[in-house]
T-cell receptor, first 114, second 112 residues
Framework: ETGVTQSPTHLIKTRGQQVTLRCSSQ?????VSWYQQALGQGPQFIFQ???????GRGNFPPRFSGLQFPNYSSELNVNALELDDSALYLC?????????????FGPGTRLLVL | QQQVKQSPQSLIVQKGGISIINCAYE??????FPWYQQFPGKGPALLIA?????SEKKEGRFTISFNKSAKQFSLHIMDSQPGDSATYFC???????????FGSGTKLNVKP
C-alpha cells in the first residue's frame, strides 16, 4: 500500500451535478497530482498542486478545479458533470515537483455520471 | 494528440515466457521514462524507470530497453509469472515538471 487514500471509492451522479473527490497524501509529501483514467485508457493529467498552489494543468476545462490544504490533503471538484466525466479519478502524491520524484498513486475514485 | 504510444493493447504469455511491451514518444524533451503496473481496483504502482543517458536498466526480472534515436523504449518481463498478470503503462515526463504522459496500457495475461 502506498499510504495515499482517496474517498469515496465509488460515486454515482447525474449530469449537471457537482462532485468533490478527496485525497490524503502520503506522509511528508507536499505535491499532489490528479489524473482521469477512462476505461481502457492510461491516466490523463488534470492538474498538480504544490504547497497549496496550482503548479501545472492539463487539457481540462475550468469546471475541473482543485484545492490543496495546509496538511497537503487535496480535493478535486467537478462542476456541471457530463457523461464523459465517467472515469476513475486518481491522485498521486510525491515529495516535490521534481520530475524524477516517484509518484505514489491512491486506489482511485470511480465516478459514474448518468 | 497522444504523446506516448503503447503497444500491444493486450498480451497473452505462457508462464516462464518473455513479455515485451513497446512504447514510442515524440517529444525529445522527455527525460524520464517510468513503467507502472496496475492491478484491478488499485492505482498504478511504479515498477521501474529509466533516464535517456542509459540504454538499458534491469531490476530483477524486469528490464527497460531504451533507444533514444528511435524515440522508443520497451519493457521486458523475463520468466513471466501468473502474478505478473496486470495492466502495464509506460509514461514519460520532463524534469522539474511532474506532468506525466501515459501510454494507453497493455493488459498482460500470463497463463499457468
Amino acid at each position: 500500500e502506498t499510504g495515499v487514500t482517496q474517498s469515496p471509492t465509488h460515486l454515482i451522479k447525474t449530469r449537471g451535478q457537482q462532485v468533490t473527490l478527496r485525497c490524503s497524501s502520503q506522509s511528508g509529501h507536499n505535491t499532489v497530482s490528479w489524473y482521469q483514467q477512462a476505461l481502457g485508457q492510461g491516466p490523463q493529467f488534470i492538474f498538480q498542486y504544490y504547497r497549496e498552489e496550482e503548479n501545472g494543468r492539463g487539457n481540462f476545462p475550468p469546471r475541473f478545479s482543485g484545492l490543496q490544504f495546509p496538511n497537503y490533503s487535496s480535493e478535486l471538484n467537478v462542476n456541471a458533470l457530463e457523461l464523459d466525466d465517467s472515469a476513475l479519478y486518481l491522485c498521486a502524491s510525491s515529495f516535490s515537483v521534481g520530475g524524477q520524484e516517484t509518484q505514489y498513486f491512491g486506489p482511485g475514485t470511480r465516478l459514474l455520471v448518468l | 494528440q497522444q504523446q506516448v504510444k503503447q503497444s500491444p493493447q493486450s498480451l497473452i504469455v505462457q508462464k516462464g515466457g518473455i513479455s515485451i511491451i513497446n512504447c514510442a514518444y515524440e517529444n525529445t524533451a522527455f527525460d524520464y521514462f517510468p513503467w507502472y503496473q496496475q492491478f484491478p481496483g488499485k492505482g498504478p504502482a511504479l515498477l521501474i524507470a529509466i533516464r535517456p543517458d542509459v540504454s538499458e536498466k534491469k531490476e530483477g526480472r524486469f528490464t527497460i530497453s531504451f533507444n533514444k534515436s528511435a524515440k522508443q523504449f520497451s519493457l521486458h518481463i523475463m520468466d513471466s509469472q501468473p502474478g505478473d498478470s496486470a495492466t502495464y503503462f509506460c509514461a514519460a515526463n520532463i524534469y522539474n515538471f511532474n506532468k506525466f504522459y501515459f501510454g494507453s496500457g497493455t493488459k498482460l495475461n500470463v497463463k499457468p
